[in-house]
């Protein structure tokens, strides 16, 4: 898999110098490598993410059934379980675009989409589903734009194959080898200038079986944004390349936009549901810590790999990395998402909620009992 | 009418100077440009309209799919007609490679090189080469953080130390040799494409990395085919400069 990796750094390198090969690997130096099955076999948290692959020599699926037309959701919505047990031919059709909307209340950012919002549409497949995935760049568009998939297999992740020109659109097919929950962003020269414009999001792959039932599923991700202007300033605010540089960000946002998670928008649940978030990153620069005020992760899978850790207060997620968390609410109230880098939680915007509808739970939280003046010594 | 072409389509002489390439060959890392002629303003609707009248093999209802994609002169209410929403003076776009170089050929001028473009595009109102002044390229950038298409009629701006127009902040313009920057459709699997210059280097050898408008503009160009039209993306010409009498 390092191996692996490695062959899609040196393509993103070389769309980073702006490489357009939409078929050729010529240029790639490192030779081609199809990935070996895990010989040992991930350990299987059933029905959890991992899960056995295919006995053959090659890795892959043969789409059953008819081609499926995939489902995709705005944030925070995601698209219903899966409940194929076979592997499909999945068509997915994705728009990037280039729009002004809201990033603050008063600020105007010229975003760049996956779909028309940030993040990007969240997709959902199977392991070994066959995707036929296509891309279209809206006439409006002033720049070129493709997609870097982390869940593909191939060269530039499906970038190489999807660079597509305003008013175009590019088709290329992968097989979901890996399950897991992928980050797909732009990898067009150049590559941050798009990634931090907000041309990233989601995508599931779910293992032959599912995932474990919960009652809620949410879609967040974290983004950092770059503006000549100060945090708040008003009208429309260009991005700032020098800010972007320096890692100096204006936002840190879930879901592109300050308050896309509070108030009305708040995400909502009742005491006693099972609760699970997808979490991704998008970057351009800088790390979640990820963190539910009150809440304390019954599971997380860390970096969205197979396994799980338990009773895990914040979780770090990489830029272009995910985690999938999972709690129970047990006592009802309003429960504050945060980027636990705490300033940027109060001056930069990361700051979501979750409110839970219920009764109370004084067993387990009695709220407060009293609030009495008592007799201190004094300070030396 | 050739008289009016002539006063719409002025052109100004620009160079000689060095532009370095983004991603430059050994030995190329600074390229002289000769002198050459480029036109002060990008073909406007109108001109491309009367070109379009005289050589109705361009019209967008003739026109083979070799030569233009379905996106070409899309703006336009018919194939002869403007049409009320588009702006007479405003530079043309929805016009493939293929039909700007009829049209300038039909100038007795042709596309500008990507060198010769680029070497326009390099100077600001005052310098010849504002290719590292930062507020120049900060002007550049913000034409990125405008979305949609509007654009504004052509020479509406101040004309920059050649005296051309618009060469940032209108539209994408067509050169002459798109494609030759990179890995070509026709010539991506010839091996004697000097790969490393295009894409094993990456960007760290980027000649001038705060630039990142050139790095744009090669992004734009690599992503076009010759009988690609978007509705950014017009042109305007280039000539040699008139040989001198012996």
């Known amino acids: 898999m390092t191996l692996n990796q490695t062959i899609m750094c040196l393509a993103a390198a070389a769309l980073l110098a702006g490489c357009n090969s939409s078929t050729s690997t010529s240029e790639s130096s490192a030779p081609s490598v199809i990935p070996e099955a895990n010989a040992a076999g991930p350990i299987a948290f059933a029905p959890g993410l991992a899960s056995a692959l295919p006995s053959s020599e090659v890795r892959g699926w043969t789409p059953e059934g008819d081609p499926i037309t995939g489902e995709v959701t705005y944030a925070p919505d995601v698209p219903a379980p899966i409940d194929r047990d076979y592997p499909a031919k999945v068509i997915i059709e994705l728009e990037t675009t280039e729009e002004v909307m809201e990033i603050a209340d008063g600020t105007d950012y010229t975003f760049w989409t996956f779909g028309g919002a940030v993040p990007g549409k969240f997709m959902r497949v199977r392991q070994g589903d066959t995707v036929e995935f296509h891309l279209k760049n809206h006439p409006d568009s002033k720049m070129p734009h493709n997609i870097d998939l982390h869940a593909v297999t191939g060269p530039g992740g499906g970038a190489t194959s999807t660079f597509t020109a305003p008013g175009h659109e590019t088709v290329f097919t992968f097989q979901a080898l890996n399950a897991g929950l992928f980050v797909y962003h732009c990898a067009t020269a150049p590559v941050g200038m798009h990634i931090a414009n907000g041309m990233y999001g989601l995508i599931l792959v779910e293992p032959p079986g599912g ?136 001056h930069k915007g990361s700051l979501g909620m979750l409110q839970v509808g219920g009764d109370e739970a004084p067993a387990i939280y009695s709220g407060q009992q009293s609030d009495t003046e008592y007799e201190a010594e004094p300070l030396k | ?159 920059n130390f050649w005296g051309v127009y618009d060469l940032h902040g209108q539209v994408w313009e067509w050169v002459d040799d798109y494609a030759s920057a990179l890995v070509a459709n026709d010539n991506r699997e010839d091996g004697t494409v000097d790969i490393t210059r295009f894409c094993g280097a990456g960007a760290i050898t980027a000649s001038l990395k705060i630039d990142y408008a050139a790095f744009m503009r090669i992004a734009f160009r690599s992503s076009l085919q010759a009988d690609s039209t978007t509705r950014n993306l017009g042109f305007r010409c280039a000539r040699d400069l008139p040989k001198e009498a012996p």
């Open chain 1, 211 to 346: 995932l474990p039932a919960v009652d809620k599923e949410f879609y967040v991700m974290q983004g950092d944004f770059y503006t000549t202007g100060e945090y708040g300033a008003e009208g429309l605010q260009p991005f700032s390349m020098d800010k972007a540089i320096d890692e100096d960000a204006t936002y840190v946002l879930f879901n592109g936009r300050v308050g896309a998670l509070t108030g009305d928008n708040a995400l909502k649940a009742e005491v006693g549901d099972k609760v699970r978030m997808f979490v991704g990153n998008g970057g351009p620069n800088l790390i979640s810590s990820f963190h539910v005020i009150g809440e304390i992760f019954d599971k997380v899978y860390p970096e969205a790999g197979t396994r799980f850790q338990e009773n895990v207060q914040t979780t770090l997620i990489p830029a272009g990395g995910a985690a999938m968390v999972e709690f129970e609410v047990e006592v009802p109230g309003t429960y504050i998402i945060v980027d636990h880098s705490i300033f940027r939680t109060f």
């Open chain 2, 1 to 159: 009418m050739k008289i009016f072409l002539l006063v719409l389509a002025s052109m100004t002489t620009v160079g000689p100077g060095l532009w370095r390439p983004l991603y430059p060959a050994e030995g190329e890392e600074e390229i002289t440009v000769p002198a050459f002629e480029l036109d002060e303003a990008a073909v406007t609707h109108r001109q491309f309209l009367e070109f379009v009248q005289e050589h109705p093999e361009w019209r967008r209802d003739n026109v083979g799919s070799l030569f233009a994609d379905e996106g070409y002169l899309d703006s336009w209410a018919g194939p002869g007609e403007l049409g009320s929403s588009v702006g007479r003076g405003h530079p043309v776009s929805g016009v493939s490679w293929w039909a700007a170089r009829a049209y300038c050929s039909s100038r007795d001028a042709r596309l500008p090189t990507e060198a010769e473009w680029e070497l326009a595009a390099q100077a600001s109102t005052e310098e010849a080469d504002a290719s590292e002044d930062p507020e120049h390229l900060a002007q550049i950038l913000a034409w990125y953080s405008r979305p949609g298409n509007q654009t504004d009629p052509v020479a509406h701006s101040e004309p």
